[in-house]
């Protein structure tokens, strides 16, 4: 347990399904962060919020939508995704503006059919 | 640009050391991780240097040789817990995780 809880931890979506992922942290932090993890690849920054507000978008397609209600929540609302999507994301949380420790969630493993 | 290498896989034994290294190419740098990720799980940090030299904890250390562009991860007296991906990455300032670049991690096994 690292403090970071992400749901689901697993799930199988078709191309033109809807379905968000999410992300609780209650640490403290302020800044909250997604990746993709894919096999063989770096993990990959897909968005960044600090204090709730959106600073990092890094050419993230338009079928990822983040959301940041407060500082503990963090979504990722997905659809019509494409196989090439299949991976694992990560959501992590740590303080803004530092580079001390990151806290990573376990993650949700997506598999697109 | 960013480019970070490390090995992809190692394998060694329990009871014995190991060093992974990790060089790297970068438009600034401010420090260097090491996290670990066991299959399944969250990467977990170990360890972040930003001056030269040995940094030890238990049984990890971590060194950073700024001049060289280059890292390793020392693991003494191997367990079977161990055998985890370690992912190396840099930090180009001192501003938080956005401009951190990660490697693709080694994969290290250690057998009996």
């Known amino acids: 347990e690292t403090g970071v809880t992400q749901t689901p931890r697993h799930l199988v979506m078709g191309m033109t399904n809807k379905k968000s992922l999410k992300c609780e942290q209650h640490?403290?932090?302020?800044?909250m962060y997604w990746y993709k993890q894919s096999a063989k690849k770096p993990l990959e920054l897909m968005f960044v919020?600090?204090?709730?507000?959106?600073?990092e978008n890094n050419s993230v397609p338009s079928r990822f939508s983040p959301e940041c209600p407060n500082s503990s929540h963090l979504f990722l609302h997905l659809h019509t995704l494409q196989p090439e999507d299949s991976a694992l994301y990560l959501c992590?949380?740590?303080?803004?503006?530092?580079?001390?420790?990151?806290?990573f969630g376990q993650g949700t493993r997506l598999t697109v059919v | 640009g960013q480019n970070i290498d490390q090995p992809t896989e190692m394998t060694a034994t329990e009871g014995a050391i190991v060093q992974i290294n990790c060089t790297y190419q970068t438009s600034g740098f401010n420090g260097l991780f090491w996290y670990q990720q066991h299959a399944g799980e969250a990467p977990t940090f170990l360890s972040y240097?930003?001056?030269?030299g040995l940094e030890e904890k238990g049984r990890f250390s971590s060194f950073l040789s700024r001049s060289k562009g280059y890292s390793y991860l020392l693991l003494k007296e191997l367990q079977m817990k161990d055998s985890a991906s370690y992912l190396c990455a840099v930090s180009p300032d001192s501003g938080g995780y956005q401009k951190v670049t990660f490697g693709t991690g080694t994969k290290l096994q250690v057998i009996p």
């Open positions: 919020y600090n204090f709730k507000e959106q600073t």
């Open positions: 240097n930003v001056l030269d």
């Open positions: 992590a949380s740590s303080v803004q503006g530092s580079n001390t420790e990151a806290f």
């Open positions: 640490l403290g932090h302020n800044a």
